[in-house]
């Protein structure tokens, strides 16, 4: 047989993509022009020269972009990241890359090799197989081929026999032979082949040809997207919502492939992996050591318009601030839907929060500079009011993303999309039905139970043990971080036990275990600071039922030891005024008559079992849930004044301080969202380095071969492919990190203004990187369509009634405002109170956007009026015999 290579030359762009030298003409048209403006500022000619040489050269290291050039055999080369030279262009009918490891040629095997290559000799080098007999290698190889009749018939022309034992060697031999004749004369794929610069391992480059495509998506009743020139045929448009069209879909027909729009490197991935599939079972090989790995191939063009059109660099400026609308399609079209709907959510994400981010900015001038003689009950107040509105814009933000997710859904046709399942090759179908799997599953719930009890006994301790808040913020952040990483360890053992079928199975199971786990180890240290701390903590006098009496004796033995304000000499107030005083008695703990008291104080000694003294703590937690509290006992929350004014209230003087609780709560959320924001980015930047140094490595060996795109994508995919657990990051990963900056700033926001502004200038920063990791660094993942984001949508929900609850106490028990003056009833109804309004404006605004706008409506009407256009304009009218009789049909008359 022979090996034949798709013979379609770059320049026919199959794809319909620009070429990389016309993208990168027009940039350096655009630096020019750029050039021109700076002349007019009368700047210096040979500044503006150094300027653009040093731009132009650092981004083209740095991102990849660079011009494209040939050599005198007319490749083509181009710069790749960070290697520091020039790579070989040759993702030519690189669909699919196999990554074989390379066979040894010894005697009688070197000539069988050449036999097998006689159109690429290149195979004929490399390592020693494994020793050792393959005993069975009909029955080995039948767990490769799934068409037994058709490997067998393929076996027979290729010369092979598997009736006897053979060497490893001989096996692999034969059977990629076989693979080999699979995929050209089954299947009718092209297949072109090459060692590395290192001769460890041979590549195989599988494509198919644009004919063969237009087979399989009418053999797979592919949906693709119609052409202009068939909505021009039946005399329409594209529909456009929001400026963006929205073509309809259609299952592919090769009798009118004019009809559609040209094959995407996306839709010929899928077509030839689901053909591929039919026949062989890629884990089967992986696990026999036939295939080191195998990966949907990159395209420089693809790669660079990515480069220029969603990530924004170098000179697209006004792309540096927020995610453009069409960057959600650019992505889908090269990665698929899943990721494309990811991007999608977070780019609207990252767009919706510029509004809170600005409002935060007002509220941090109102707290620094006190407009208007703005008191600090003032500054609460409007904290109280700001995180209300947060609330209600992350309302708003949900209910409009899942209107969006709805919309994508619809332009992508994601649900219709013939896509094959990924099998997981830890998927055991043995396992199916046995009782010892309810088994597993009630253990990894137990699991989870028992890691939960840990973070929350564990923080305990610390707080317990570390009494300096600043070194106790520092550790709890870093506890936080350690959890989360041995959670996101033990979550994939735990759902790995469930013995899940496919990717998409394993990514909802997944889902659900990380996101709520992580959500509660990171909002544990933070409870507990804000509302158990400052009671576990407290300052209690017996034998007194007089407050005055109480409050003189914690301001002198425990503020005043502890250390007042330096700026209450300027009002001339010590610790035994009556003004001083005053604001004691607002730290007061009411357990007998205010419930939120009660609750906390009971639940804080509780807390306190951690620490060792169980019958004390079970023993005082009893006696708030039952009538032996002590009477003549008052308690004062261990919250110290940081920094206090003077204000007049109802003619009145009245102190005002800002305390050392709320300090340290807002200290911990800057530290912890800080601290996240970095770790993220630097896990997005550690696999750039590991790529780049593996890369250059593997070229240093090859000792002045060249080298190729290809290559560089198999180090990607060996370094940081886009999987659980691997330093490319993957779809669950990325989704929780975005989830969880969402859920802290909906809950936390209302302490710490200033998380939003960090927040915002993060997650812009984090979507570029996250663009050009996925494009250059991550190795190209399969195109999964989206399974839809119920499972997020849900985690959203969730994290809402949370924050709902959540400001509603932290109004109460951490800002000191006017309701400080209420009593303790009043407290509760008013929490009641802003609980269901927030809940029943969360409602109002999910049914206000629950219906479809009526644009998107007109849009797919005209879609439904063009396929009926279309389907009248394409069909055949039928052939009949005109001359039977139809007399023996009764019309209905009656006869006179």
């Given amino acids: 047989f022979s090996v034949t290579a798709s013979d379609a030359p770059r320049s026919s762009n199959m794809f319909g993509q620009r070429s990389a030298a016309d993208m990168f003409d027009q940039r350096s048209a655009e630096w020019q022009q750029y050039q021109e403006h700076l002349k007019k500022l009368e700047l210096s000619p040979e500044l503006l020269r150094r300027q653009s040489t040093q731009l132009m050269t650092g981004v083209a290291s740095l991102a990849g972009v660079g011009a494209m050039h040939r050599d005198s055999q007319g490749r083509e080369y181009a710069p790749l990241p960070g290697i520091g030279c020039d790579a070989v262009i040759d993702d030519a009918g690189a669909t699919v890359v196999f990554v074989l490891p390379k066979l040894a040629a010894k005697g009688e095997d070197e000539e069988e090799i050449s036999v097998m290559t006689s159109c690429d000799s290149d195979e004929s080098q490399g390592l020693v197989a494994e020793a050792g007999q393959v005993c069975d290698p009909s029955g080995e190889a039948s767990k490769i081929f799934l068409h037994g009749k058709s490997f067998t018939r393929t076996m027979e022309l290729a010369g092979n026999s598997l009736t006897h034992s053979m060497q490893p060697n001989e096996y692999q031999l034969s059977v990629r032979r076989g693979l080999a004749r699979l995929l050209v004369n089954t299947i009718g794929l092209d297949v072109t082949s090459f060692q590395s610069v290192d001769a460890d391992m041979v590549f195989w480059k599988v494509s198919a040809s644009r004919t063969r495509l237009q087979e399989l998506a009418t053999k797979y009743q592919f949906m693709m997207p119609h052409s202009d020139e068939a909505y021009d045929a039946v005399g329409m448009e594209v529909p456009k919502v929001n400026g963006v069209g929205l073509r309809a879909y259609g299952k592919f027909d090769a009798s009118c492939p004019g009809d559609f729009i040209e094959f995407r490197s996306m839709d010929a991935i899928r077509l030839v992996v689901n053909e591929i599939l039919l026949y062989v079972d890629l884990h089967a090989m992986q696990a026999q050591g036939l295939l080191s790995r195998w990966f949907p191939g990159a395209h420089y063009e693809e790669m660079q318009e990515m480069t220029n059109d969603v990530i924004g660099w170098p000179l697209a400026s006004k792309k540096l601030c927020f995610p453009q609308d069409a960057d959600s399609d650019s992505i889908q079209a090269y990665f698929g839907e899943e990721i494309g709907s990811f991007f999608s959510f977070y780019s609207e994400m990252i767009s919706a929060l510029k509004w809170p981010a600005g409002l935060s900015i007002i509220v941090l001038l109102v707290k620094h500079f006190r407009p208007f003689g703005a008191t600090q009950h003032v500054v609460n107040s409007v904290q109280a009011l700001f995180g209300c509105l947060v609330i209600i814009w992350g309302m708003w933000f949900v209910a409009h993303s899942l209107h969006s997710v709805d919309m994508n859904r619809i332009r992508w046709a ?252 807002e200290r911990s959320l800057n530290m912890l969202y800080l601290t996240h924001a970095v770790c993220t980015i630097v896990f997005i930047l550690v696999p750039m380095l590991q790529v780049r140094w593996a890369a250059r490595r593997e070229i240093e060996e090859g000792e002045g071969q060249v080298y190729s795109l290809i290559q560089y994508q198999e180090k990607c995919h060996m370094q940081a492919s886009y999987e659980y657990e691997s330093w490319g990051g993957s779809y669950v990963e990325d989704f929780v990190e975005v989830i969880l900056s969402f859920s802290v700033i909906c809950c936390f926001s209302i302490v710490s203004p200033s998380m939003l502004i960090i927040g915002f200038i993060a997650q812009v920063f984090e979507y570029r990187l996250l663009v050009y990791r996925m494009t250059w660094i991550t190795c190209r993942p399969f195109p999964s369509r989206a399974e839809g984001l119920s499972e997020w949508f849900l985690i959203l929900d969730v994290v809402l009634y949370i924050a709902i609850c959540m400001n509603s106490l932290l109004l109460i028990c951490v800002l000191r405002t006017d309701l400080d003056h209420l009593g303790a009833m009043e407290k509760l109804i008013v929490v009641v109170i802003i609980t269901l309004t927030l809940i029943a404006i969360k409602v109002l605004l999910r049914i206000s956007l629950h219906e479809q706008p009526r644009e998107i409506q007109e849009a797919i009407d005209q879609n439904n009026e063009f396929i009926e256009a279309l389907d009248q304009l394409r069909s055949k009218p039928e052939t009949f015999d005109h001359q039977r009789s139809h007399d023996h049909v009764k019309i209905g008359v009656l006869e006179e």
Wanted: include cysteine; hydrophobic fraction near 45%; charge should be neutral.
């Fill in 414 to 665: 994601a649900d219709s999309q013939a896509v094959a399942e990924l099998q997981l090759s830890e998927y055991q179908p043995a396992k199916r039905g046995q009782w010892t799997q309810g088994l597993l599953d009630l253990a990894g719930k137990a699991l989870t139970f028992i890691f939960l009890l840990t973070v929350i006994i564990t923080c305990t301790v610390v707080s317990l043990l570390i009494k300096n808040t600043r070194i106790a913020t520092t550790v709890q952040t870093v506890i936080t971080f350690l959890f989360s990483f041995l959670w996101g360890n033990l979550a994939k053992k735990i759902v790995m036990l469930e013995n899940k079928r496919t990717q998409a199975q394993f990514n909802r199971a997944l889902t659900m275990r990380l996101a709520f786990v992580k959500l509660f180890i990171f909002f544990t240290p933070l409870l507990r600071l804000a509302f158990l701390s400052p009671i576990a903590a407290r300052h209690c006098v017996h034998h007194t039922t007089n407050a005055t009496a109480a409050a003189q004796h914690v301001a002198k033995t425990f503020y005043a030891a502890d250390g007042l304000p330096h700026n209450l000499k300027d009002f001339n107030i010590a610790e035994d005024s009556e003004d001083f005083l005053s604001w004691v008695d607002t730290m007061r703990i009411d357990a007998s008559k205010n419930p939120i008291d009660y609750f906390l104080m009971m639940v804080s000694d509780l807390d306190s079992v951690a620490s060792g003294n169980v019958s004390s703590a079970v023993s005082s937690a009893t006696s708030y849930a039952t009538t032996d509290a002590p009477k003549d006992e008052m308690c004062f929350r261990g919250c110290y004044p940081k920094i206090c004014e003077i204000s007049n209230r109802n003619s009145h003087t009245e102190l005002q301080c800002y305390t050392s609780c709320a300090a340290a709560l």
